[in-house]
């Protein structure tokens, strides 16, 4: 009974450390993932709001023209995929070698899962069972992975603007704050785009593969 209570004790007494240990590697993971969630939510919520029009206009930044996505080439589909989730991944880059990166990226993110979300929601709503196997099938796969790059990228920036802002900032000009590694960051962020360039290839061929099985009047 004593080694039992000495072990609760322990256990007890470690707890706050695995918390912040834990806080500390994926706080800023879950902070970002919980941007891109309320974008998805909200996406959903104007997809009762709008048209199909609409999802034509955005098609640019956020592949939501599922019609045009069925009839066009590859080629162009590729190219109208890399386009789109380029124009995010090269949006969180910048903001991540300013000082001001920690404001906008959660703002990248969120605008990210508004178009998730708006497709998603009006193809539930329009085109209900039929509408959700072709996001699920066709569409989420190429979505998810744009996603989790930029993720990934959104979390790299987020860490390398608050360094350029540590080392900048007037208030710890005599505090010793090490250089930013832009090799490193730049580096780190190639990786991520050829991510990215697969979220794209995703998109082509889930759509050759299982679009011909659609059919939206």
């Not at 004790?9 to 994926?26: A, D, F, T, V």
């Not at 386009?83 to 605008?111: D, E, H, M, N, Q």
Request: proline share 2%; glycine share 12%.
């Amino acid at each position: 009974m004593k080694g039992l209570l000495f072990i609760s004790k322990q256990g007890g007494s470690r707890l706050p450390k695995e918390i912040s240990y834990y806080l500390k590697k994926y706080g800023l993971t879950g902070f970002l993932t919980m941007f891109l969630i309320g974008g998805i939510v909200c996406g959903c919520i104007l997809a009762q709001y709008g048209d199909e029009q609409l999802l034509k206009d955005l098609d640019f930044i956020f592949i939501s023209n599922f019609k045009g996505r069925i009839s066009q080439s590859l080629f162009d589909g590729f190219k109208a995929s890399m386009c789109a989730y380029f124009l995010f991944y090269i949006a969180a880059v910048l903001l991540g070698l300013s000082l001001w990166g920690t404001v906008g990226l959660p703002a990248v993110i969120f605008i990210k899962g508004i178009g998730a979300g708006l497709c998603a929601g009006y193809l539930f709503s329009v085109y209900s069972f039929q509408g959700a196997v072709f996001y699920v099938i066709v569409m989420l796969p190429g979505l998810f992975l744009s996603s989790f790059s930029l993720l990934l990228q959104c979390k790299r920036s987020f860490v390398y603007s608050g360094r350029l802002w540590a080392f900048f900032s007037p208030l710890k000009r005599n505090e010793a704050t090490d250089k930013p590694a832009l090799i490193e960051f730049t580096h780190r962020s190639g990786g991520i785009l050829i991510l990215t360039a697969g979220a794209a290839i995703a998109d082509v061929l889930f759509t050759a593969f299982f679009s011909h099985m659609f059919t939206f009047n």
